[in-house]
């Protein structure tokens, strides 16, 4: 019962950035945990960052210090900014959430999957 609508994705340039947002409607709850997963032409979907309620967030290693995922409550919106993109950084982008209070990293921990976003990284 709970939609996910992705946006901000597009085309940059190598060392640019770009912000992801993520807007859920429907039933939400505040014990929902908030996800960004992405997925490579020929690859499988792999975990990204994700964030709970109260702020606190955990990444991939090949985007910590690049990405900042944040949540917006009021407005029922997570954020995914994009620093010092790379090329490598090229995918399909997926908002998900997932119900419960501890932070999770596995796909299938998540229940609810927006349509993606596609992010081009140009070098």
């Known amino acids: 019962q709970v939609q996910l609508v992705e946006s901000g994705g597009g085309l940059v340039q190598a060392g640019g950035s770009l912000r992801l947002s993520c807007a859920a409607s429907?039933?939400?709850?505040?014990?929902?945990?908030m996800g960004w997963f992405r997925q490579a032409p020929g690859k499988g979907r792999e975990f990204v960052a994700a964030?709970?309620?109260?702020?606190?967030?955990t990444y991939a290693d090949s985007v910590k210090g690049r990405f900042t995922i944040s949540r917006d409550n009021a407005k029922n919106t997570v954020y995914l900014q994009m620093n010092s993109l790379k090329s490598e950084d090229t995918a399909v982008y997926y908002c998900?959430?997932?119900?419960?209070?501890?932070?999770?990293?596995?796909?299938?921990?998540?229940?609810?999957w927006g349509q993606g976003t596609q992010v081009t990284v140009s070098s």
């Open positions: 998900a959430a997932k119900v419960g209070y501890t932070l999770s990293r596995r796909i299938s921990d998540f229940n609810y």
């Open positions: 429907g039933r939400t709850f505040s014990n929902v945990i």
């Open positions: 964030i709970v309620w109260s702020g606190g967030g």
